[in-house]
Structures are given as structure tokens and as C-alpha cells.
């Protein structure tokens, strides 16, 4: 006990210098991207390669003019294109927000309830499956379509989006990690007559988090992109799908406009798998089966 106290406190220690290193990571891997941007930009563009595709100001803009994008203004009078996005993405975010606690639930129900049934397993699991190979695409018009008009917020349909790729992987992972509960652990719980619900509880549930945090990383990012695409047969102009829908008409006068918003919706993103990380390094080490 008293060396998984310390253990602790070390960890509490280093986590102000493990942070620094991840940032000073991420930024040198960011400067990576830069540099390789534009040596490809500049190596193509000087020897009039065409393959895969010609290189131009138009299919590649300079980095440093997506960047400079951001801080003009969308148009004459308006704010800068930074704050429009922002504004979009903090819409598109409680969307993305809904769906991935939704799918989250949805699929840790289905993952619990599959794994204490084999026979379930065999007959639904294989529709789980299924369920993903549809287009995505194909799937938001039809939500709409249902969703809509029942009195419900402009954004639940595209919530709901969200939510079918986010429950897919936590189905998956809650199955795995339920079955890999420690079998003396569970032998020790039925000696002491323990319920089904005390085991899933205090023995599974606790074994099966690193699995769960694994997929909850997975669908943090597609919950994100769900809900950029739900928004486009949604017409919903708030967030950043209607954004991308807009610069994608005047590409050819202002590409750097729809380039700075992807960027802006992979920031997102990265802002959603970070918020996960987080969690599991709290939940995870305060796990019993971490700290026995």
C-alpha cells in the first residue's frame, strides 16, 4: 500500500512535464506536417509533376496564406473568418457533444447486454456489424427525414448521426473488455456469492475500461465528423458543415477559405480526442484493479 501510495505520487509529479513533453510533441509533429506541406508544394511546382494531381495556388495553397485566411475578414464589413468558424464550431461541437454521449451509452447498454448473452451475441452481433457497412451518407437524409418535424431541436437528427458512428466501436470494446475480466477475480466473487450485477461492477466493468477509453478515442474523433455531415442534408447553416458547403461553391475564387476550415474541424476533433485522454488518465489509475 505504502509503495502505490508513492507510486501515485510520483505520477502526480511528473504530470506537469509529461504535459509539456505531449504539447512539445504535437507541435514538433505539427512543424513536421508544415515543412513536408510545402516541399511537396515547392517540389512539384518546380518540375511540372502532374501526378497524382497538378500543384498550384488553387489545389494546394501556401500554408502561411490558410493560416493568414483565418485572421481576414469573410467579407468586407464582416468579422474574421477565425470568429466565424469559431462561432460554427461551438455548434457543431454541442452536436457532436450529444451524439458521441448518446452512442456512448447506446453502445456500452449493447456491449453489456451481448456479453451476458452468447446466444444474443451470435444472433445480433453480426447486424452490429452490418449496421456499419452502410454509407454514411446514405444513412443522414433518411434520419432527417424521421426526426424532423416532430418538434424536436434543429440539431437532434444530426446528434443522432453522430451517435451511429460513435456506438459501433463502444459495442466492440465493452464485449472485449467484459470478457477479459480476470478469472480468479471472478472465481473469488462466486465464493462469496456474489450477484451478477456485483461482479459486472466491481470486477468486469473496472477490467474493462482501458477497452472502453480505447473506443471512446475512436468515436470521439467520428462523432465530430458525423455531425459535419449530418449537417449538410440538414441544411443547417450554424455549423461548420454549412460552412463547408459555402467556401466549397466559391473554391475557385477563395480556396483558402475551405482549407482553414478543415483545419478549424480537425482542431475540433483533436479537442474531442484530447478532452477522452484526459478522462481516461483520471478514471483509468483510479480504477481498483489499476492501483491493487
Given at each position: 500500500?505504502?509503495?502505490?501510495?508513492?507510486?501515485?505520487?510520483?505520477?502526480?509529479?511528473?504530470?506537469?512535464?509529461?504535459?509539456?513533453?505531449?504539447?512539445?510533441?504535437?507541435?514538433?509533429?505539427?512543424?513536421?506536417l508544415w515543412a513536408f506541406w510545402e516541399a511537396y508544394r515547392a517540389l512539384w511546382m518546380a518540375t511540372g509533376w502532374t501526378r497524382p494531381f497538378t500543384v498550384d495556388d488553387l489545389t494546394m495553397p501556401p500554408m502561411t496564406d490558410i493560416v493568414g485566411r483565418l485572421f481576414e475578414p469573410l467579407a468586407?464589413?464582416?468579422?474574421?473568418?477565425?470568429?466565424?468558424?469559431?462561432?460554427?464550431?461551438?455548434?457543431?461541437?454541442?452536436?457532436?457533444?450529444?451524439?458521441?454521449?448518446?452512442?456512448?451509452?447506446?453502445?456500452?447498454?449493447?456491449?453489456?447486454?451481448?456479453?451476458?448473452?452468447?446466444?444474443?451475441?451470435?444472433?445480433?452481433?453480426?447486424?452490429?456489424?452490418?449496421?456499419?457497412?452502410?454509407?454514411?451518407?446514405?444513412?443522414?437524409?433518411?434520419?432527417?427525414?424521421?426526426?424532423?418535424?416532430?418538434?424536436?431541436?434543429?440539431?437532434?437528427?444530426?446528434?443522432?448521426?453522430?451517435?451511429?458512428?460513435?456506438?459501433?466501436?463502444?459495442?466492440?470494446?465493452?464485449?472485449?473488455?467484459?470478457?477479459?475480466?480476470?478469472?480468479?477475480?471472478?472465481?473469488?466473487?462466486?465464493?462469496?456469492?456474489?450477484?451478477?450485477?456485483?461482479?459486472?461492477?466491481?470486477?468486469?466493468?473496472?477490467?474493462?475500461?482501458?477497452?472502453?477509453?480505447?473506443?471512446?478515442?475512436?468515436?470521439?474523433?467520428?462523432?465530430?465528423?458525423?455531425?459535419?455531415?449530418?449537417?449538410?442534408?440538414?441544411?443547417?447553416?450554424?455549423?461548420?458543415?454549412?460552412?463547408?458547403?459555402?467556401?466549397?461553391?466559391?473554391?475557385?475564387?477563395?480556396?483558402?477559405?475551405?482549407?482553414?476550415?478543415?483545419?478549424?474541424?480537425?482542431?475540433?476533433?483533436?479537442?474531442?480526442?484530447?478532452?477522452?485522454?484526459?478522462?481516461?488518465?483520471?478514471?483509468?489509475?483510479?480504477?481498483?484493479?489499476?492501483?491493487?
Amino acid at each position: 500500500m505504502v509503495a502505490d501510495s508513492a507510486l501515485r505520487a510520483r505520477e502526480r509529479r511528473a504530470w506537469p512535464a509529461d504535459l509539456l513533453r505531449r504539447v512539445g510533441v504535437t507541435l514538433v509533429v505539427l512543424a513536421a506536417l508544415w515543412a513536408f506541406w510545402e516541399a511537396y508544394r515547392a517540389l512539384w511546382m518546380a518540375t511540372g509533376w502532374t501526378r497524382p494531381f497538378t500543384v498550384d495556388d488553387l489545389t494546394m495553397p501556401p500554408m502561411t496564406d490558410i493560416v493568414g485566411r483565418l485572421f481576414e475578414p469573410l467579407a468586407d464589413g464582416q468579422p474574421l473568418l477565425i470568429r466565424n468558424l469559431l462561432d460554427k464550431s461551438a455548434f457543431t461541437m454541442r452536436e457532436a457533444l450529444a451524439g458521441f454521449a448518446l452512442g456512448a451509452v447506446i453502445g456500452f447498454t449493447i456491449g453489456v447486454v451481448l456479453h451476458h448473452s452468447r446466444l444474443l451475441r451470435r444472433g445480433f452481433l453480426p447486424y452490429v456489424v452490418a449496421s456499419q457497412t452502410v454509407p454514411i451518407l446514405a444513412i443522414a437524409p433518411m434520419v432527417v427525414i424521421w426526426l424532423g418535424g416532430k418538434g424536436l431541436p434543429i440539431w437532434m437528427p444530426v446528434a443522432v448521426i453522430a451517435a451511429y458512428l460513435t456506438f459501433f466501436p463502444v459495442t466492440i470494446n465493452t464485449i472485449r473488455g467484459l470478457d477479459s475480466a480476470e478469472p480468479r477475480a471472478l472465481e473469488l466473487m462466486r465464493s462469496y456469492a456474489a450477484s451478477p450485477w456485483d461482479v459486472l461492477w466491481r470486477v468486469k466493468f473496472p477490467a474493462s475500461l482501458p477497452y472502453i477509453f480505447a473506443a471512446l478515442k475512436v468515436s470521439a474523433t467520428a462523432s465530430v465528423v458525423g455531425a459535419i455531415i449530418g449537417e449538410l442534408p440538414s441544411s443547417i447553416q450554424d455549423g461548420l458543415g454549412g460552412a463547408i458547403i459555402n467556401f466549397n461553391q466559391y473554391y475557385s475564387l477563395d480556396p483558402t477559405a475551405l482549407w482553414a476550415t478543415n483545419i478549424v474541424a480537425a482542431a475540433l476533433g483533436i479537442l474531442f480526442f484530447g478532452a477522452v485522454v484526459l478522462a481516461e488518465r483520471l478514471v483509468v489509475r483510479a480504477a481498483p484493479e489499476h492501483v491493487a
